[in-house]
């Protein structure tokens, strides 16, 4: 192509679709890596709240090592560092692996905090009309602490959504990978980089407010009885 | 008289070196009413807590109709319960928080199903039946759709002892129910907590309201330094104390207007 080309519609039109393609990667990347970190994390809050001290000793381990090593190296660790010993991920489950158990270890902190939250008195009045310590916990304490929690999570989603564009480093097909080969084909960078901007607010608003959604059902509503 | 529902035996409560509980004996019989008097700080609060194992004594025995809460003898030697074990003893004593702490994700008569479903296995219906009876009896039939947050203090309290009550307890346990009161809120929950005493509820107050202990109360027993001072009949106690100590708490009440 030479430059100052005419931009085509098609040629927009091209741009657009091969773009959304690698939105499709964008977002199953982050759901899968939301869904690993929500599940890990909150398994990580558990031990960290439990009485036994080796697993709290675990959990803390855990989070220093995944909260203080960059995001971007903890992925070439897992997908090249482990290829070195035989152990090649594809680099979707690389990368998906990367962001999970590093979200994971940022979401325990969301999840502890969210269930120390819960006025002790809870647990007492439950406990005071029968219920097991593990029905309080259930029963009472995680609904409340769910509705502390959700905020946090939305802004973590949020800001994942705009990581997994480091994915791009392990040759993830997402929006940001598609975005580069697509300058190199064309070299129409301005053109490419406003619509991957717009690509990205258009995913990361709905879930914002999906968010907002999710806020409202769990704030006094809903029956556990 | 007949075996105590309640009785407690040289109960013993540590917090580290600090004695909150430096040897209690005291019975509780059926259908008693039993206020608990004293300055703050002199273990009532943590005599009754101790009562329903919410508070794990260092030391001493409480017997719930005869059978001890809290710990299990095997084999000669006494165990601590299991939490299912314990939860079950729990079910039969109610308390009554003087933050009243009803479950803010639940409206009010879920509030009030919550035990009956979940412990006692009771269905929905039945469960609900008894829970719009129960609030009917405190007054607040129209309000079991809402959630506590839009209740009063005295409406949130009056909840907080139908909950109680659905668990069909034997006891009742009052943790200065009246103490996170406005004063115009206070007379609304004396007066369905007076209705349960008529009824021959078996009752332990903790409280700091001497005109209600007065009228109550079939025993006062006043505390000072986790060590019970004196006990007896509310006209005795109000009207002739015989410690100095009691003398001396009785007329500071009396004059902090």
Known sequence: MMDGAVVTPEMLLYLLRTLLIGAGATIWLTAASLVVAVVLGFGLALMRLSDSKVLQGIARVYLEIFRNIPILTQLFVIYFGLSRYGIMLPATVAATLGFGLNGASMLSEVFRSAILSVDRGQREAGLAIGLTSRQAFRLLILPQA???????????AIGLLKDTSLASAVAVPEIAMRAKMLVAETYLSTEIYMMVAVVYLALSLP??????????????????? | MSEPLVRIRGLKKAYGIHLVLQGIDLD???GEKLCLIGPSGSGKTTLLRCVNWLEEPTGGEILIDGAPIGTVAKGGRSHRM???ELARM????????QRFNLFPHLTVLENVMLGPVRVLGAGRAEAEATARGLLAKVGLSEKVAAYPD???????????IARALAMKPKLMLFDEPTSALD?????????????????????????HEMRFAETVADKVVFMA???????????RIFRDPQVERTRAFLSAVEHRV
Do not use: C, K, W
């Open chain 1, 146 to 156: 769910a509705r502390t929690a959700i905020p946090p999570i939305g802004n973590y």
């Open chain 1, 207 to 225: 879930l914002a407010r999906l968010t907002a959604l999710a806020e409202r059902r769990f704030s006094p509503h809903r029956s556990a009885a």
């Open chain 2, 28 to 30: 509780v019989h059926s």
């Open chain 2, 82 to 84: 299991s939490d299912v």
């Open chain 2, 90 to 97: 729990r079910a039969g004593i109610g308390m009554v928080f």
């Open chain 2, 150 to 160: 839009r209740l009063s203090g005295g409406q949130q309290q009056r909840v907080a």
């Open chain 2, 183 to 207: 004063p115009e809120l206070v007379g609304e929950v004396l007066a369905v907590m007076r209705q349960l005493a008529n009824e021959g509820m078996t009752m332990i107050i903790v409280t």
């Open chain 2, 225 to 235: 330094d986790g060590l019970i001072v004196e006990e007896g009949p509310p006209a």
